[in-house]
T-cell receptor
Framework: GQSLEQPSEVTAVEGAIVQINCTYQ??????LSWYQQHDGGAPTFLSY????GLEETGRFSSFLSRSDSYGYLLLQELQMKDSASYFCAVPRMDSSYKLIFGSGTRLLVRP | SAVISQKPSRDICQRGTSLTIQCQVD?????MFWYRQQPGQSLTLIAT?????????ESGFVIDKFPISRPNLTFSTLTVSNMSPEDSSIYLC????????????FGPGTRLTVL
């Protein structure tokens, strides 16, 4: 089967840098996605890594190590509006269009 | 991206009743998915809504409980039947917007509370 593990909660201060980790177990692997979900909102796509390395999109970066079955989302210059839940997700091997989500990490940004 | 609307945005229902949730997309899409998100939990795929054929359900979800319609390529409905408090969740539809599906766009969700 496929499963993903994330820390349940992370707290950081405004302006700081925070890293949200995700480890996965899967018999096959296409890539790792990250989604952000504010309370009461819909999940929104942040990034996708199919290859090893760091992908940067503004204040957010995502990293993947396929050999370690590990990835992380890096948020820099934290802002209060970054307080949200963050989910890693992998496509299923039987259909890449079907996603398996991690349990989610709730990020609280303090002033 | 896509513009997805869902109706209703929220509802409070009595146990034993049924609720039909609508999902409308602003463009034709081949695949539409329905997810459930229980309070404080992650997203779980319920089924794939197929146009012109029956929906494909995931393990643990059955057609009698969650009948789905997909009359065309822009619209789908999910019905939550014979509801119990355990059905209290957010129900979301999604569509893939990249080939391979690694990027999906979600509707705003329907927040259901069953008393």
């Amino acid at each position: 089967g496929q499963s993903l593990e994330q820390p349940s909660e992370v707290t950081a201060v405004e302006g700081a840098i925070v890293q949200i980790n995700c480890t996965y177990q899967t018999s096959g692997f296409y890539g790792l996605s990250w989604y952000q979900q504010h309370d009461g909102g819909a999940p929104t796509f942040l990034s996708y890594n199919a290859l090893d390395g760091l992908e940067e999109t503004g204040r957010f970066s995502s990293f993947l190590s396929r050999s370690d079955s590990y990835g992380y989302l890096l948020l820099q210059e934290l802002q209060m509006k970054d307080s949200a839940s963050y989910f890693c997700a992998v496509p299923r091997m039987d259909s890449s269009y079907k996603l398996i989500f991690g349990s989610g990490t709730r990020l609280l940004v303090r002033p | 991206s896509a513009v997805i609307s869902q109706k209703p945005s929220r509802d409070i229902c009595q146990r034993g009743t049924s609720l039909t949730i609508q999902c409308q997309v602003d463009s034709q899409v081949t695949m539409m998915f329905w997810y459930r998100q229980q309070p404080g939990q992650s997203l779980t795929l319920i089924a794939t809504a197929n146009q012109g054929s029956e929906a494909t359900y995931e393990s643990g979800f059955v057609i009698d409980k969650f009948p789905i319609s997909r009359p065309n390529l822009t619209f789908s409905t999910l019905t939550v039947s014979n509801m119990s408090p355990e059905d209290s969740s957010i129900y979301l539809c999604s569509v893939p917007i990249t080939v391979g599906g690694n990027e999906q766009f979600f509707g705003p969700g329907t927040r259901l509370t069953v008393l």
